[in-house]
């Protein structure tokens, strides 16, 4: 079946330094890709996504690059900020068979930035 | 668009208490999800509906919870009889049927069991 597997957290970085969290997947099919942030108190978020190889998802200075020769679509900024402080979710989607897709998300990194 | 709507936000309940969470999704989004997030578990996929038909219910925990969509703007799910290692957050999220289309989350419920 289909599997996420994204780094453990939490990850504490400085205002401005570079921030990577990796992800990588399993899957049966060609799926669709997602990054979604969640903050304290709240649900889950799209933060970007890239439905085909080679693509690059970007949003808020996120970005993403589905690779499929390594099964990976990390996520990278190049300068955080403390409102990034969240838990980031790697995410894949997948239609499994007519009329059913499978979502599957990782277990999320916790990301903390301080001033 | 004011997005998915749950409620309550917050349910404080004793053991053996029926608890009904409720969903909103947006309309024209013709699948729902429902997830129950722990600190333990992360993330779990518990049913989706499409058009308002359960189409994976396998991650039910137990006969105790039941989930119906009744119509295309409105979902329920129930837990009776309650158990403490049912606290938990549960949210709500709805999509189109579009491969692509990403979920959108509602705010959850922050369940308490005592």
């Known amino acids: 079946g289909d599997s996420v597997t994204q780094m453990e957290g939490p990850v504490t970085l400085s205002e401005e330094a570079f921030l990577t969290i990796n992800c990588t997947y399993t899957a049966t099919g060609y799926p669709s890709l997602f990054w979604y942030v969640q903050y304290p108190g709240e649900g889950l978020q799209l933060l970007l996504k890239a439905t085909k190889a080679d693509d690059k998802g970007s949003n808020k200075g996120f970005e993403a690059t589905y690779r499929k020769e390594t099964t990976s679509f990390h996520l990278e900024k190049g300068s955080v900020q403390v409102s990034d402080s969240a838990v980031y979710f790697c995410a894949l989607s997948d239609i499994v068979d007519t009329g059913r897709r499978a979502l599957t998300f990782g277990s999320g990194t916790r990301l903390q930035v301080q001033p | ?114």
């Open chain 2, 1 to 114: 668009d004011a997005g998915v709507i749950q409620s309550p936000r917050h349910e404080v309940t004793e053991m053996g208490q029926e608890v009904t969470l409720r969903c909103k999704p947006i309309s024209g989004h013709n699948s729902l999800f429902w997830y129950r997030q722990t600190m333990m578990r992360g993330l779990e996929l518990l049913i989706y509906f499409n058009n308002n038909v359960p189409i994976d219910d396998s991650g039910m925990p137990e006969d105790r919870f039941s989930a119906k969509m009744p119509n295309a703007s409105f979902s329920t799910l129930k837990i009776q009889p309650s158990e403490p290692r049912d606290s938990a957050v549960y949210f709500c999220a709805s999509t189109d049927r579009g491969d692509n289309s990403p979920l959108h989350f509602g705010n959850g419920t922050r369940l308490t069991v005592t």
